[in-house]
């Protein structure tokens, strides 16, 4: 949660661990409770159910509090404390707001659509790249022999400092380690486009307006595409780059693809690369017997029954 959030809303408005905690565990709820209302029919979210209750007052919560954010930057300026509204995203936001107010006399987004955008940065920044490390530690911890490539690698290229963006961009082991995790367990099960026009598609013919739901954890494990193995974990099949991994060049699609497509892909792979170097540098991962294998979609795909792993310190001796 920390990276995202400190990158996104942070910076210039520390909060302590215990308010991020407190927000890891409102955010885990509100996820259920966005989960159960796209799960049941939309319409019917204003009706007085418990849980769509519960949802609309976590969306006043989560809303009154990036509010509170956006008003302190603003008042801070506008009382001369601050000079500028910070160096994150939502500050860039704000004094981009700020330059287009002054020529047009409105402001460029109202608050309702600050609101919006930082809650889809947030939810897709976070959650997303959450689940990415949680299943490749995971599968690390079950496959020892490419735990120790990625290990070697790193030690190669970091030679006993941080990750920084050279040795980040020349992780190739680890690279391909997080490609294969997105393959498997794909964050972003599927997505939803519509069409804008009458179209044909193959041999399909699409309407106007017509509804696509692309399910790309399907996708990503279809034999076809990728040939027997495909349940199987290796990196390996991206030796090549991501367009000969699988028999069609785009198959690979957990970012999705075209102009909708994720704006965040190179922030993950970095911020996923940086972390995975730092924890397998100092740690060893290995399965815990109360494992249960269960991935349970709940708009990402999370593991149903925790993701518990032995973690065991690694002695420099041992490198
Ligand atoms: C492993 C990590 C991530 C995965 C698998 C992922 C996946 C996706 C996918 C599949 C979409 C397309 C959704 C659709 O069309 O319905 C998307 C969109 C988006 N993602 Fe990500 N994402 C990740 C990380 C991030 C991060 C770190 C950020 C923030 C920097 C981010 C911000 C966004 C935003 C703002 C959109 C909407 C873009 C638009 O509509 O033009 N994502 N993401």
Known sequence: MCLWTTVAFFISTPRSNVALDSENHLFDSYMTKVWLCLAS???HRY????AFMRLRKMTTIVETSIQEIIMERRAAVKAGKKSSYGADLLGLMLSECERIGEDKKQP???MQQLVDEC???FFAGHETTAQLLTWA???LAHD?????RARTEILNFCKGKLPDFDSISRMKTVEMIIYETLRL?????SIVRSALCDMKIGDLYVKKGMCFWIPIAAIHLDPELWGGSVYEFNPGRFADGISKAAKHPMAFMPFAHGPRNCIGQNFALIEA???LAVLLTKFSFTPSPSYRHSPHLMITTRPKYGAPIIVKRVSSSQH
């Open 137 to 139: 530690l995971l599968l």
């Open 108 to 110: 460029l987004l109202t």
């Open 47 to 50: 009706l007085p159910i418990p």
């Open 273 to 275: 690369k940086a972390v």
């Open 144 to 148: 020892l022999t490419w735990q120790e």
């Open 185 to 189: 367990f794909a964050p972003a099960s």
């Open 41 to 43: 029919m939309i319409n």
């Open 119 to 121: 809650k889809t940065f």
